[in-house]
């Protein structure tokens, strides 16, 4: 993007992010959003991160636990972003009141007899190496959750987090939206394996992809997605001809309208050459394995942020014009409703079944 001189002042050009624009954009999805990776909150560690408007205070018990609460200290409001825990108690530093585990008033700085004031806590998740947090727009506690799968590999997830502008949904909406991966990310072709399943709060993806790479030429790549309410992906990323696995966890968090974090964190696998002994084998995987991962790692995070400019800057347009080669973008929709507040789903609902009416007439 470029930017004009005008009379001394510097003008931007090009388009306004979606936050700054104003586009009209999507509510806060209800459900669990990753606030942090586990390896960030060490045992002691207060961090205090931004999630739909809010702060959000994570921290870790000397146990291992992980807390979230609402940031301000119930005596006379403090950030709790600044307190730290003395043992497994967390100490507001405004007056010195603690808090322990469950999070009740156990002691003040006084040494007077504690009030009846506990933290505001939140459903915390720890879960395939991320802490998230429920956040639901009618305060009910969580009905689902993040299932814990296998971490493929030896060696610990690569990660990387960023903030831009953007909606949570376009993150995952992108996994169905089949027609960009040839156009925006350079694929050769993508197809869908089957069709998308849903169940509930999660839905299956099963893609079909041909890659090309310099010198190497065309391979086939398959793709298997499940994603998890608004908030997480998880891929498996499979290259028989290399024998190689990348497990891609992609996690978008609404921080504010129209904003939000993304973290992904990545691993991968070789399978070992089956023509040698077995420690042999062992040994030539993980020693590829150990030298591929930071390219492979950068070359994911270079497919993931290919989008960015186009998250940051589109609207959330409700009643797109579908075309023959886009993905099944109508039914994700449908199925991404449940997350909203009922009205605006509706709303939504019937301005897709509007849609379907114009194309089929
Ligand atoms: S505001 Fe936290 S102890 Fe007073
Ligand atoms: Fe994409």
């Not at 190496?129 to 060696?155: K, L, M, T």
Request: glycine share 8%; hydrophobic share 40%.
């Amino acid at each position: 993007m470029g930017s004009t001189r005008t009379r001394g002042r510097t003008i931007s050009e090009g388009p306004t992010p979606a936050d700054v624009a104003g586009a009209p954009g999507l509510p806060y999805p209800s459900g669990w959003s990753a606030l942090a990776f586990s390896d960030e909150l060490k045992p002691g560690a207060v961090l205090t991160r931004p999630l739909m408007g809010e702060d959000v205070v994570l921290y870790r018990l000397r146990t291992g636990d992980v807390r979230a609460i609402r940031p301000y200290c119930p005596h006379l409001g403090a950030h709790l972003g600044l307190a730290e825990l003395d043992g497994n108690d967390l100490v507001c530093p405004f007056h010195l009141f603690a808090f322990g585990p469950d999070g009740s008033c156990v002691r003040t700085g006084y040494g007077t007899p504690p009030p009846k004031a506990p933290l505001a806590r939140l459903p915390v998740h720890e879960v395939n190496g991320a802490v998230f947090v429920w956040r639901h727009e009618d305060g009910r506690q969580p009905d689902w959750e993040i299932p814990g799968w296998h971490a493929i590999g030896h060696r610990p997830a690569r990660q990387a987090a960023w903030e831009m502008a953007g909606n949570a949904q376009e993150v995952i909406e992108n996994s169905v939206d089949i027609g960009h991966f040839a156009t925006l990310h350079g694929w050769v072709e993508a197809g869908l394996g089957a069709p998308v399943a849903y169940r509930d709060k999660e839905f299956h993806v099963s893609m079909r992809v041909r890659e090309s790479a310099p010198v190497i030429g065309e391979f086939d790549v398959t793709v298997e997605v499940d994603g998890y309410g608004l908030s997480c992906l998880h891929a498996d990323i499979h290259t028989a001809r290399f024998g190689l696995t990348m497990c891609t966890m992609i996690m978008p968090t609404a921080i504010a309208p129209n904003r939000m974090q993304l973290r992904q964190s990545n691993r991968i696998a070789l399978a070992e050459p089956s023509r040698l002994p077995r420690p042999l084998a062992r040994a030539v995987s993980r020693t590829a394995a150990r030298l591929l991962e930071r390219p492979l790692f950068r070359s994911s995070c270079d497919f993931t942020a290919a989008d960015f400019p186009i998250w940051s800057h589109k609207q959330y347009e409700q009643r797109p014009r579908l075309a023959q080669g886009d993905g099944p973008i109508g039914p994700f929709r449908r199925w991404a409703r449940q997350f909203y507040p009922q009205d605006v789903a509706d709303r939504e609902l019937s301005r897709i079944e509007q849609q379907r009416n114009v194309s089929a007439n």
